[in-house]
């Protein structure tokens, strides 16, 4: 159970960062779409 417990506590940030990674990128492409149609993005 300790070696779930520390494996769980490891792979956390890794998850996280996966998620933080796709969502930066979809608001950049977001972005970047926005600008060539010149409008703003909100």
Known sequence: MNALYG???LIWPAIT???LV???R???RD???A???QRELV
Do not use: P, Q
């Open 31 to 33: 972005r970047r779409k």
């Open 17 to 19: 960062l996966g998620v």
């Open 35 to 37: 600008k060539e149609e």
């Open 7 to 9: 494996f769980y506590v």
């Open 22 to 24: 796709v969502i930066c």
């Open 26 to 28: 979809a608001v950049m």
